[in-house]
């Protein structure tokens, strides 16, 4: 399976994703080879960087570390294809259009039979790749068009629209996934092939963090954060990042990351 992380904070700020643990990860002490993406977004848009490669050998990937760019909002993606051959259009994470502005979704499971299963229609949004994960995206935003026409809708109505689509897709199979639509993140805790090859949870963990300009004593692999400012930052990932007390999400629980706190959370 793959692995999936994010980051929401308070301020932007300068995150080198894939310094050590990413590209280490993407096929060097992981087996997650079939390739890699990286969604920074920005005042209503992201800059996506995708590639159908390893990224523990993507000349791509280290010339991005070496980038300053600065977000409030990350999203990244490893990949261990599953379903869909090793091409860009099957490369995560994803991203359309709605209302008026770049969401992004990454997930980490298998979802058996979601494009015959008519609780998951896709209409307006159509995938472009192979994936049960590009169409579980397009799908959610499908269900999810009718409440921003006007609009972004409340937090609350986005969180539960997002928690009742989150239980029809665990009834498929492992369901772990990010969504992000430019004003949080949803984190989505199921199930993933562990250590050990059970399919089991946690899915995700989280990890809340309040950062000064003083040097942090826990900096976390793969990460780089500029600390000009008070800063406050919240974690998601597959697996723990560092030895600090990261938080199991339960299976079927959304953690809501928003401006660098642990917003809401809801188990569907």
Same mark, same amino acid.
């Given at each position: 399976?793959?692995?999936?992380?994010?980051? +929401?904070?308070?301020?932007?700020? &300068?995150?080198? *994703?894939?310094?050590?643990?990413?590209?280490?990860?993407?096929?060097?002490?992981?087996?997650?080879?079939?390739?890699?993406?990286?969604?920074?977004?920005?005042?209503?848009?992201?800059?996506?960087?995708?590639?159908?490669?390893?990224?523990?050998? +993507?000349?791509?990937? &280290? !010339?991005?570390?070496?980038?300053?760019?600065?977000?409030?909002?990350? #999203?990244?993606? #490893?990949?261990?294809? @599953?379903?869909?051959?090793?091409?860009?259009?099957?490369?995560?994470?994803?991203?359309?259009?709605?209302?008026?502005? &770049?969401?992004? !979704?990454?997930?980490?499971?298998?979802?058996?039979? #979601?494009?015959?299963?008519?609780? !998951?229609? @896709?209409?307006?949004?159509?995938?472009?790749?192979?994936?049960?994960?590009?169409?579980?995206?397009?799908?959610?935003?499908?269900?999810?068009?009718?409440?921003?026409?006007?609009?972004?809708?409340?937090?609350?109505?986005? *969180?539960?629209?997002?928690?009742?689509?989150?239980?029809?897709?665990? @009834?498929?199979?492992?369901? +772990?996934?990010?969504?992000?639509?430019?004003?949080?993140?949803?984190?989505?805790?199921?199930?993933?092939?562990?250590?050990?090859?059970?399919?089991?949870?946690?899915?995700?963990?989280?990890?809340?963090?309040?950062?000064?300009?003083?040097?942090?004593?826990?900096?976390?692999?793969?990460?780089?954060?500029?600390?000009?400012?008070?800063?406050?930052?919240?974690?998601?990932?597959?697996?723990?990042?560092?030895?600090?007390?990261?938080?199991? *999400?339960?299976?079927?629980?959304?953690?809501?990351?928003?401006?660098?706190?642990?917003?809401?959370?809801?188990?569907?």
């Amino acid at each position: 399976m793959c692995e999936l992380f994010a980051l +929401s904070a308070r301020l932007p700020t &300068t995150v080198r *994703l894939s310094l050590d643990e990413l590209a280490r990860h993407g096929g060097e002490t992981g087996p997650h080879r079939d390739g890699w993406g990286v969604g920074f977004m920005q005042e209503g848009d992201a800059l996506l960087v995708r590639e159908p490669e390893a990224a523990s050998e +993507s000349r791509c990937l &280290t !010339f991005l570390r070496q980038q300053h760019i600065r977000s409030g909002t990350v #999203i990244a993606h #490893i990949r261990k294809a @599953t379903q869909g051959p090793r091409l860009l259009r099957n490369t995560q994470p994803f991203a359309r259009e709605l209302g008026g502005r &770049t969401h992004l !979704f990454a997930h980490n499971g298998m979802l058996t039979g #979601i494009e015959s299963d008519p609780r !998951f229609p @896709t209409r307006r949004f159509l995938r472009v790749g192979d994936t049960d994960s590009e169409h579980a995206f397009c799908a959610l935003l499908d269900r999810l068009a009718p409440a921003w026409e006007r609009g972004q809708p409340p937090l609350a109505d986005r *969180l539960a629209l997002v928690a009742a689509f989150a239980a029809g897709l665990r @009834t498929l199979g492992p369901a +772990s996934f990010l969504y992000a639509d430019g004003d949080a993140i949803f984190a989505h805790g199921h199930r993933r092939r562990d250590a050990s090859g059970e399919i089991r949870p946690p899915g995700l963990h989280v990890l809340c963090r309040s950062c000064s300009a003083a040097e942090d004593e826990h900096p976390v692999p793969g990460v780089s954060i500029d600390r000009g400012h008070e800063q406050e930052v919240a974690l998601a990932a597959s697996v723990p990042l560092t030895t600090e007390p990261w938080e199991a *999400l339960r299976e079927g629980e959304i953690a809501v990351l928003h401006e660098g706190r642990l917003a809401m959370r809801e188990r569907s």
